[in-house]
């Protein structure tokens, strides 16, 4: 699709809508959006391995916070194209911000943003980003 501009983003995933997460007003549901934010968020998590260092060290991600805004409603089928990047990375927390692109509409029909902060899961209290987690986040902020 011509209209994506893949090349400007860090993170993409593309992924065909199904006709399960039509709701009875015939469109997405609203509640579909946070999903595909978090299936890019997740193939990020994937390759900074942040699920086996979890296991090992008890801490990892957690979303504090999450916000979508909606541009045009998506309808099946089509497929999505999300793209995503890191923001403001600090000791304990980064921001997430993503776009979701319709093939059909051939635009972006969804921008949204998440807080993300590192949780001790024994504590149940923040704490600081794993050092070779904060290091390959750096990958992830948008090209200027």
Known sequence: MANIPVENYPLSHTQAIVWNDMDALQHINNTVYFRYFEDVRVVMLEKLEVFELAKRLHVGPV???????????????????TVAWVED?????????YEIYSHNQERCVAEGEALIVYC????????PIPAETLE?????????
């Open 120 to 127: 001790d899961f024994k504590t149940g209290k923040s704490c």
């Open 63 to 81: 979303v504090a916070s999450t916000r979508c805004d909606y541009r045009a409603p998506l309808v099946y089928p089509d497929t999505i194209t």
């Open 136 to 144: 390959g986040l750096k990958a992830f902020v948008a090209k200027e």
């Open 89 to 97: 990375i600090q000791e304990k927390r980064y921001a997430m911000k």
